[in-house]
């Protein structure tokens, strides 16, 4: 089959296959969403514990805003595998992450799946070529990767295996879009995706920091929050670092700190700066400012910074008037 059972608009079923808190979180954005949503989980107690992680999402799905006739009603559980996904219009699977158990897992949803219906896996690190090798039908099968919790953070990467069909990695990529989300379609397979390695790089940098006494987890924590963190919601460390160059740009900033990638600022080992890499980080850049002049971008960074700052201390006075008015109860 060379096309999907179900346009991307048109799906009104998704099937959640593993509901822990990566299933649990896409059951309840998919429900934000005000589709119908059928879960299966083999722990005896998935259920319960599935619906009271919707039901904790969903204040916060309220006040991002819910689509039309959203409800948590919408939710069945199965009782097997084959009864959740036999309507489904789309799969999500989010089994825990062990490539034999995945693997298995998503031949059986195959299996049972009908023709022409494309399934989404959640794996934090695996690529679809490894799991999809059991599949009968491993055309179909896509990596769909979310960051924690799927019902809030916005991105996806979406990216096929050597068996996976393009038609199959364009539809994904899609129904995530009109699903609402943030949607990378990477170009190639890659070991932890994109938004992975980046935080696993500062993750990395900073166990070295704690390791070596040269910081504290405190001081870490606050460096990022209060420093590139901050403008890193709005603008990625290419544009952030394209601004480092002032009107020269990326070009003016990597040709006058270029050397400073053999400082000893990080344990990670920087690429060589090749003139090739130069123009492609150059190119790219100028992509992602698509004409924006330097006074611009950084009149957007000063407003959308000064809009989060705002919005965080808002957010602190009211936790700090929440924790005023609870009670303080004393023992007698």
């Not at 819910?66 to 959740?84: F, I, K, Q, Y």
Request: charged fraction near 25%; charge should be negative; hydrophobic fraction near 45%.
């Amino acid at each position: 089959m060379t096309h999907a059972k179900t346009p991307p608009e048109s799906v009104r079923t998704v099937a959640c296959i593993g509901a822990g808190v990566i299933g649990g979180g896409w059951v309840a954005h998919f429900l934000g969403r005000g589709y119908q949503v059928v879960a299966w989980d083999p722990a005896p107690d998935a259920e319960e514990k599935l619906r009271s992680l919707v039901a904790s999402a969903w204040p916060a799905l309220q006040r991002l805003g819910l689509a039309e006739g959203a409800s948590m009603d919408h939710l069945r559980v199965a009782p097997t595998l084959a009864e959740a996904v036999a309507d489904a219009d789309f799969v999500q699977e989010s089994a825990p992450e062990r490539l034999d158990l995945k693997s298995d897992l998503l031949a059986e949803i195959d299996a049972a799946l009908p023709e022409g219906v494309v399934v989404g896996s959640s794996t934090s690190g695996y690529s679809m070529s490894e799991m999809q090798a059991k599949a009968a039908d491993p055309g179909r099968l896509v990596v769909g990767h979310p960051f924690n919790p799927p019902y809030l953070v916005p991105l996806v990467e979406v990216v096929g295996g050597e068996k996976s069909r393009r038609w199959a990695v364009d539809w994904a990529s899609e129904f995530y879009r009109l699903a609402g989300k943030s949607v990378i379609t990477m170009d190639r397979e890659l070991p932890g995706f994109i938004g992975n390695r980046i935080q696993e790089a500062a993750w990395r940098e900073a166990l070295h920091m704690v390791a070596e006494g040269e910081a504290t987890v405190a001081q870490i924590d606050q460096a990022m929050t209060d420093g590139p963190g901050l403008r890193w919601a709005f603008h990625g460390p290419c544009t952030t670092f394209h601004l480092a160059g002032g009107e020269g740009g990326m070009a003016h900033m990597l040709d006058h700190f270029g050397p400073s990638l053999k400082a000893p600022w990080t344990r990670l080992e920087a690429p060589e700066l090749t003139a090739e890499l130069r123009d492609r980080m150059v190119a790219g850049t100028d992509e992602v400012v698509d004409g924006r002049s330097t006074a611009e971008l950084i009149a957007q960074r000063d407003r959308r910074m000064i809009a989060i700052m705002r919005a965080l201390e808002e957010v602190e006075r009211e936790e700090a008037a929440e924790h005023e008015e609870k009670p303080v109860w004393v023992r007698h």
